[in-house]
């Protein structure tokens, strides 16, 4: 079992950027596939950018991709957001999540594993 601890969250000016980390407790985390999700009020949670085991694979979701960037570091047993160019509508609470599995996971259904969530908000 593994423990997923976020933080980073804050309050950036759009245009802006910020990176969220995840912190990953246990032994196995390396073999673990990790992705981040959001929610905003009112809005159903869907998926952001997901990383396999290695790093190998990335995968995001169209409204973020070419401005966010997933990326882990398995000897800190950590996993990054790196997000640019950030606007208003990315405003919500980001969720880490992990699962076990060497490739990358879209859906929520997918992962085992959530953290607590981290509350980003992007001001205009």
């Known amino acids: 079992q593994v423990q997923l601890v976020e933080s980073g969250g804050g309050l950036v000016q759009a245009g802006g950027s910020h990176r969220l980390s995840c912190a990953a407790s246990?032994?196995?985390?390396?073999?673990?596939?990790m992705g981040w999700f959001r929610q905003a009020p009112g809005k159903e949670r869907e998926f952001v950018a997901a990383?396999?085991?290695?790093?190998?694979?990335?995968y995001y979701a169209d409204s973020v991709k070419g401005r966010f960037t997933i990326s882990r570091d398995n000897a800190e047993n950590t996993v990054y957001l790196q997000m640019n160019s950030l606007k208003p509508e990315d405003t919500a609470v980001y969720y880490c999540?992990?699962?076990?599995?060497?490739?990358?996971?879209?859906?929520?259904?997918?992962?085992?594993?959530w953290g607590q969530g981290t509350q980003v908000t992007v001001s205009s």
């Open positions: 990383i396999s085991w290695n790093g190998g694979s990335t």
């Open positions: 999540a992990g699962r076990r599995g060497g490739s990358y996971y879209i859906t929520i259904a997918d992962y085992d594993y």
């Open positions: 246990g032994r196995t985390f390396i073999s673990y596939a």
